[in-house]
């Protein structure tokens, strides 16, 4: 589909969206009967539990999942504690965390614990929600013993293997705390099957490969929240969490070549992965207020992350081994972090917060690389392969909320902050850095149900460590040399939305958003040889999207949504090898997600679909380019899902869904360089594409 069909398909659904949200709404005023539900204040919408009745939810998730218009984003990969801010508070408080995802803090609350969820738009004086114009609030009650007990129990089946999931979680008072445990498993199967050709510039096939791939893990998590309230008013919680994963993969491939017109037994390759991790996080705060005006909380976290890898490729021809290779791969990265939280309140316009922060994070990374000709392994050498990486970082912010009136909430901020980045081993560098972080939010209320919203904010991305040491992929035979001359990419966001609030289960968000990014992060080459993480200069990018919860009560569905996800983006950078403008690495230009679900309350049965159209994305090497067309968000391209619930037994959730059903391959072409991609000398082409099959699921959910 041409760019500007695109284009015309995203402003159709726009327009779409809003008339339905138009036709829906005052078919609803004037035929269906209010929920119930507290009316809504100037950029305010309180969702009482009534409103999810009709849902019957066992927990906090179940109820913030039918939030119109709402998901949770669980923060932006960037510097820091206070910059990874998600969406999602808990009794105006953000979680003290960074492990742990908002739908597993979610998922072990119990339904019956919400005393409302509030929706909030712009920004708030009395709520942590500093540089986010759109949150949830979940406020829970301060009646009632804590004491209940959460399940859920998952069994999947794919490709004739079964798989069992699950969670249990209690919640008791002791010693005058809420105390909270919860023990997750998870875990899960992949097989995909297909074939792969391999041709010669003029389009000759030099190979086929009838490939197979199977893989599984297993993670196991314990976790432990506490929350005690003392009489002075003060707030002590404590989070801890450990988790253990397990992955392994094989992956096998025949490989043919024609002879004469034939097709003919050349070898076949092996790859296999085994991975063990092992994480730990400890972290905390503790409230207090010095006066009806000004709060202080303090904050602190350390985790810890072990992993070991082992990785093997083969090649066997018709009489032996023909190449071998293996990667032993260890990793320890550390993190620690305090900070101060010091929110002051001068009236009912104007809140100030001060901020201070301190991190140290290290990662000590050992790679090992061995070769077999035929004649046993031997080690071969690569640059950066071991070597230890330490940043030591500091952060002070000032932000300022003025609500002038009901209509207009506007917040500024500066955050500042200064780092010492330095690695030794094989690499030895020190690097400091320094960076402000101006911000700027306004949000205005045309109206209680419509809401425009602009922003402004620089932000610094955070680095993956494991850019500093170097890599290697064996069944891509692909190696990328860690660079210690990597820094963190700079951007500056502007970013406009309109959103429109009907009937009480419709919204549409219109958005448009422009980045300006410097020293953006991608592949560079290294010595015309290898490939490095790196940066490659200045940027651009931008993104188009809608957002909609549409109720289809007016068009003769009752009880029936239909939710509409999609955007529209396009980037561009000059690539560091052919000096041309291209677009982002691994950037999607377009993607959309529908879902449909229909409750019959009086039967307690509720049915629904999702699609989800897959994502193309592309990537850069020094002699190769590759494009993918892969899983948007479901799990496989072109997905469609499907699923029955029923909530009939009483304090269970039972839901049963089969997804990929269309089972559209997964793509992939590699197009290989005979020299650097400049060059323009093709040598070869790969097209790969591969299926992985149906899915079932059987989830029973409850609570005692």
Known sequence: MKYKQLLSAFGVLALVCTGLSTGTALAQETTAAPEATKPDTEGVSVYTPDFFASYYPVTALDMVRQIPGFSINNGANVRGFGGAAGNVLIDGERPSTKSDSLDSILQRISADRVERIDLIRGSSPDLDMRGLSRVINVILKTTGDNKNNNWSFESTYSRRRVVVNGEFVTNFTAGGADITLGLNKQGGPFRSSGIENRFSPPGALQERRDEAAQSVFTTWSPSLNLEKKFTNGHVLRLNAKATD???????????????????????????????????????????????????????????????????????????????????????????????????????????????????????????????????????????????????????????????????????????????????????????????????????????????????????????????????????????????????????????????????????????????????????????????????????????????????????????????????????????????????????????????????????????????????????FRLFEEQITHGGGGRGSPRALSLFVETTRIAGMTATFDVRNILNRPGTRTRTFYDGPRSDGLVEATESQSRKSGLRFRLQLRGAF
């Open 245 to 619: 994963s397990v992955f392994k993969r094989n992956e096998f491939s025949f490989v043919e070549t024609p002879v004469a017109g034939n097709l003919d037994f050349l070898r076949f390759d092996t790859n296999t992965a085994r991975a063990h991790n092992k994480r730990t996080e400890f972290s905390g705060d503790y409230s207090l207020s010095l006066s009806k005006t000004l709060d202080v909380k303090f904050i602190g976290l350390k985790n810890r992350n072990t992993a070991n890898d082992q990785f093997l490729s083969s090649r066997v021809n018709a009489t032996s081994l023909d190449t071998a290779s293996r990667v032993f791969s260890k990793e320890k990265a550390t993190e620690s972090i305090a900070r101060t939280v010091v929110d002051w309140a001068l009236n009912k316009k104007h809140s100030v917060q001060f901020t201070a922060e301190g991190a140290l994070n290290a990662l000590n990374a050992n790679l090992q690389l061995e070769s077999d000709d035929g004649s046993g392994f031997v080690p071969i050498v690569l640059p950066v392969s071991n070597t230890q990486v330490k940043e030591r970082r500091g952060e002070v912010s000032a932000s300022w909320v003025f609500v002038p009136n009901p209509k207009w909430t506007l917040e500024s901020g500066l955050k500042v902050e200064r780092s010492r980045l330095s690695q030794s081993g094989d690499a030895s560098r020190t690097r400091t850095f320094s960076f402000p972080k101006p911000s700027f939010t306004a949000s205005y209320n045309l109206s209680k149900k419509n809401q425009l919203r602009l922003s402004a904010v620089r932000k610094v991305a955070q680095l993956n460590f494991k850019d500093f040491v170097t890599s290697v992929n064996l069944t891509d035979e692909q190696t990328d040399v860690g660079n210690p001359e990597l820094e963190p990419d700079r951007t500056w966001t502007v970013k406009g939305e309109w959103e429109r609030r009907f009937a009480t289960k419709g919204s549409v968000t219109i958005s448009a958003k422009r980045d300006w990014i410097s020293q953006v992060q991608g592949r560079v080459p290294v010595d015309n040889l290898f490939d490095a993480p790196g940066n490659l200069g200045n940027a651009s990018r931008w993104q188009l999207r809608v957002v909609a919860r549409l109720p289809l009560d007016g068009l003769g569905l009752k009880n029936a949504t239909l939710d509409a996800d999609g955007f529209l983006a396009d980037s561009a950078v000059t690539d560091p090898v052919t000096g041309e403008r291209r677009i982002l690495e691994r950037m999607a230009k377009h993607n959309f997600n529908l879902s449909f679900r229909q409750d019959f309350s009086a039967r307690r049965i509720a049915w629904g679909w999702a699609y989800n159209n897959g994502v193309t994305r592309r990537s």
